[in-house]
Structures are given as C-alpha cells and as structure tokens.
C-alpha cells in the first residue's frame, strides 16, 4: 500500500529545460476499494495523507488541520461538497484545494495530485 514508484512526466519540448521530470509516486489503493463518499488515510515519510472520493472524483490532502493539528480524516464529511469539518473546532477545508472556508482554521493545509493508473490510485508526493 505504501510502495513507492516513479511516474515520468513530460515537460513541454520547448525552451532549455525540455526533458523528463520524475516525480515520485505511492500507492494508495484499488479504485474498487474507495467508493463514492468514502476516505481513508495513508502515510508517507512521517505525513498523514487522507485520499476521498468525492462523487467519484478522488482527491487527496494532508490530514492534519491547519489550525492546531486536528485529525481532518475524523471529521464529517460532506461528499456532495467535497468539504470536511474538523473535528476538534469545526473550521470547513475544501478537499480540492486544501482552503479552510471557514475559521478557525485561516492557513490551507497540502493537497496532493491523484493519478489512476489503470485500476490503482497513486499519489504524487515530491
Ligand atoms: S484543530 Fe481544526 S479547527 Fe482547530
């Protein structure tokens, strides 16, 4: 579940840097195994990554609020707004970009870019 990989991604071929960049990989999970309106949570080096599926979207983000180091991964969830409330003071994050909308929270917190490589989520974690 936590085995590394390198994913190549391309940069544009033009310009004095045109090439290959490695950018690192973890698997997460099967897609099967993450349904709609569910989430789970990983770690990588010592961070705590919670991966969501939002209406079939799956996003992923550091779990651990911005605030003062709540455990977002225990908040409710809300899949139709891909938002969660911490569940120590309450502050809403949204899970695509990581942005407290509410306070107390005011900092965001790390997303992390999702690839499904065929039925497999990985997340990039450079
Ligand atoms: S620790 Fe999350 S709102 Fe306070």
């Given at each position: 579940?936590?085995?590394?990989?390198?994913?190549?991604?391309?940069?544009?071929?033009?310009?004095?840097?045109?090439?290959?960049?490695?950018?690192?990989?973890?698997?997460?999970?099967?897609?099967?195994?993450?349904?709609?309106?569910?989430?789970?949570?990983?770690?990588?080096?010592?961070?705590?990554?919670?991966?969501?599926?939002?209406g079939?979207?799956?996003?992923?983000?550091?779990?651990?609020?911005?605030?003062?180091?709540?455990?977002?991964?225990?908040?409710?969830?809300?899949?139709?707004?891909?938002?969660?409330?911490?569940?120590?003071?309450?502050?809403?994050?949204?899970?695509?970009?990581?942005?407290?909308?509410?306070?107390?929270?005011?900092?965001?917190?790390?997303?992390f870019?999702?690839?499904i490589?065929?039925?497999?989520?990985?997340?990039?974690?450079?």
């Amino acid at each position: 579940m936590r085995e590394r990989a390198e994913h190549r991604r391309s940069r544009p071929s033009h310009g004095p840097r045109a090439g290959v960049l490695l950018v690192p990989l973890i698997d997460v999970c099967p897609l099967s195994a993450l349904p709609d309106g569910k989430r789970l949570t990983v770690e990588h080096d010592d961070q705590e990554i919670m991966v969501v599926n939002c209406g079939g979207t799956i996003l992923a983000m550091e779990d651990r609020c911005s605030h003062d180091d709540g455990d977002l991964s225990e908040g409710e969830l809300d899949a139709a707004a891909c938002t969660i409330e911490c569940p120590r003071h309450g502050a809403i994050f949204d899970l695509r970009s990581g942005r407290p909308m509410t306070l107390p929270a005011y900092q965001p917190v790390d997303t992390f870019p999702v690839v499904i490589d065929g039925d497999t989520i990985k997340l990039e974690v450079d």
